[in-house]
């Protein structure tokens, strides 16, 4: 049997029902005398069992025939404990660890060590009801979190972390690192290096031996520390996704009447039939707008594969933080471009532990909500706590030097909260592994407008805090409206364009500096394009064409110098050196072959304020 042309199927139905698990113990966890759960439970580790015992997966086999055990006295049980909960919990990331020794062609780790720490009382009524339940981060026990330092004067931390690895490994298994090996070797190095290690040294014996390597400045065994924020880096994406045959048909008759067409096209301009040459191209509008539909059916996927990891998110920072928190997911069927999903994971989980870390104080909810506006999918955390003191950040900008005196005095909340996303800006008033470091933010901006998003936030003290992103439904294939300044084509998504106008040059109306219009009863500025791109001097226009968008909260009147129309395009990310132009976030080919690029409206006026 050949096992290697089988192995990337594994890997896919194995992750599939590693997922399910957590879903399934996070139910749990709120009822854990759901008998339907602890049976479903049972058959996810029986399912990895059996793939894995096929592929010849020894230590995999091992881990899924315990947790297969455990689980079967559950169900005898008909209730499960807070504390296997948590173990088994821990057994996902660990199954987790073994697919990416399978993946990468390594030996799979042993677990053993991991099976002995299982919790010795899953059969009596006292571990059952008891309220104990295990940090998952602590350090006591055989469960012990290992924090690294470096002396600054270290030329390269990756390798030196890489050889501390591997001399930990010595003592035990390790479960996990912070940043991880392969972050290691990409060079993604912090100061810091968070180790979980499963041994039964003494860590007086540990330090000793690390403290060997001159380069270490300190060694510590925090008892409670909060998981790192993991880094932003993308894990390579799945290169299987599930479809249904019926889906599949329907490629095959497309696939037939576009051959049919090719045909028609080929005898109708042979013939000289413009009439039919006419039909045909009609014909193969449709056939490839039918086709670009059921393409991206393919490629949609719903919000509900992020809830189970943002759950258990909040399940370990809740109970490493000794808070109450409850997590409220609405609209999480709401379906929208697998990249984009991916793209959004890990800002998502930052977001959400920002706030269990210090939006609650105590006992709380944590909200996420989505829902579609147009072309858009909106996707907001909220929670109920203490909300963000606008008076505070204002006094830690002028402190920084973000903000002058006149601007302190001007400026509005909505830009002050933006502040919370500049590199550096954080008014956490401890540091922690969640927060207070002054990164996080800032990257989850970067990673929301890098696939064409905005990021929105909004509080008020003592009414919690509000992050809502606003993302568009696919990568590919969007609707733009094609504009022209300064003699070339530019484009930008209609998602962002409220409306298109012609105005005349008396409904200008002046404030100041500024140029104003009203619209619907509201006076808006005007900006020009043609500035904002810092091209040559206005030119005199009549009548003036608008475009009515919303930027940094606000609606405007953007001035171009000609609304050429609607299309839809493929937009293709930018190469290198280009994909670091700021205001610019793809390009695309028109019909008659001129590039043009897709502007990023909110970039473009961040730059023109900074």
Known sequence: MEIDKFRDMFLAEAAEHLESMVDILMQL??????????????????????????????????????????????????RISGVEIDWLLEATDLFKLLLDDIRNNHEERCVASFIATSPKETGTST????PQRKDPLSSEGEGLLVQLQLKATVAAPGPRFLVLLKTLSKFGTIIESTPSTDELLQGNVPDQLFVRLLSDTPQEQIKQQLLRYSELQEITFPGKINKPVKSLSKSPADK???????????????????ITNRYQLQNALKEKNWQELDDGVGQLKRLVKNLHHQVLKV???????????????????????????????????????????EELTDPLVHMVRNAVDHGIESRGTVSIKAWRERDQILIQVADDGRGIDPEKIRQKALDKGFLNPSQAQTIRDYDLFQLLCRPGFSTAQEVSQT????????????????????????????????????VPLSLAIIRVLIVECNGAKMAMPISRVIQTAEIAPEEVQSSGKQLMINYHDERLPLISLRKILKYSKNVALDPIPLVITEVLGRKIGLVVDQLVGQQEVYVQRLPAPFDQIRGCSGGTILGDGQIIFLLDLQSLFERRRG
């Open 29 to 78: 966890d709120l009822d854990p005398q759901d008998q339907d759960g602890i049976d479903a439970l049972f058959r996810e580790a029986h399912s990895i069992k059996g793939m894995a015992a096929t592929m010849e997966h020894a230590e995999t086999t091992k881990l899924s025939h315990h947790l297969e055990n455990r689980l079967d006295i559950c169900r005898k049980l008909g």
């Open 127 to 130: 571990t059952l009801d008891s």
């Open 240 to 258: 299987t996704v599930r479809i249904s045959t019926e889906l599949l048909d329907h490629f095959i008759n497309l696939t037939g009447e576009l």
């Open 299 to 341: 490629r949609m996927v719903s919000l509900e594969g992020l809830t189970g990891r943002l759950s258990r998110t909040v399940h370990d920072l809740s109970r490493s933080l000794a808070k109450e928190i409850q997590l409220k997911v609405e609209g999480a069927e709401i379906e929208l471009d697998r990249a984009i999903v």
């Open 435 to 470: 927060s207070g470091r002054g990164v996080g933010m800032d990257v989850v901006k970067t990673a929301v407008e890098h696939i064409g998003g905005i990021l929105l936030i909004d509080s008020a003290p003592g009414e919690g805090a509000r992050i809502t992103l606003k």
